[in-house]
């Protein structure tokens, strides 16, 4: 199924999640919040509108490493050539040709590797946050993961839901467990060979039966 659908989808059922927790709008709106998110989370393992919305274009990071390759190369050389060899040469030399390098190799789903690292480094930062740390940690590994793996398993709603809990000790916001919850499963439903849209099922159980459904 597509991105923009399982948005709709989790936004739909992380409202009635929500309004299930607490009957109010606020709440219901919460939850529809969290419910969009969280049915796209799964496919941050393949390139598409979840990895694509949290990941820098491609192109841009590209193009802002070559440059600043470039220039940290050509200040080193004018200042060998005005002042002579120093010690920085290697430093400096390196740190350019490494992004010079890296900038040919980079892919979309690396960026999301860096996305993931990023967020991982917000987590320490607000107090070594859990449930942040941890979100990093899911965005790392799905960026590595074949498309419609672990995080499209029973195995992938446990750590999300762990997740939550982690968010929810240091954030408590009514319905975001429901919510998130709702929303992640409403993807692993609506990804399902039942509907005929999917030529591809879902693998609930892995690692232990790879049977798609
Ligand atoms: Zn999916």
Known sequence: MKGTSHLFVGTAVGAIAGYAVQPDIRTALIGAAVGGISGVVPDLDTNGLASNSIT?????SKWLMETAGMVILLTLI?????????????????????????????????????????????????DQSPGVLLAGSYIIIASFLPHRSYTHSILGIVFYVYILKQLYAQWPVDGLIAAGTAGYIS???????????????VKWFLPLWKREF
Not at 56 to 60: N, R, Y
Not at 87 to 95: A, E, F, P, V
């Open 56 to 60: 820098l274009s491609k192109k841009v």
């Open 187 to 201: 993807h692993l439903f609506a990804d399902m060979k039942l509907l005929p849209v999917n030529r591809r099922g």
């Open 78 to 126: 004018y200042q060998t050539v005005i002042y002579g060899l120093s010690s920085d040469i290697y430093l400096y030399g390196g740190i350019g040709l490494l992004l010079l390098i890296v900038s040919r190799l980079i892919t979309q789903r690396r960026m999301l590797t860096i996305t993931g690292i990023l967020v991982m480094l917000l987590g320490l930062v607000l």
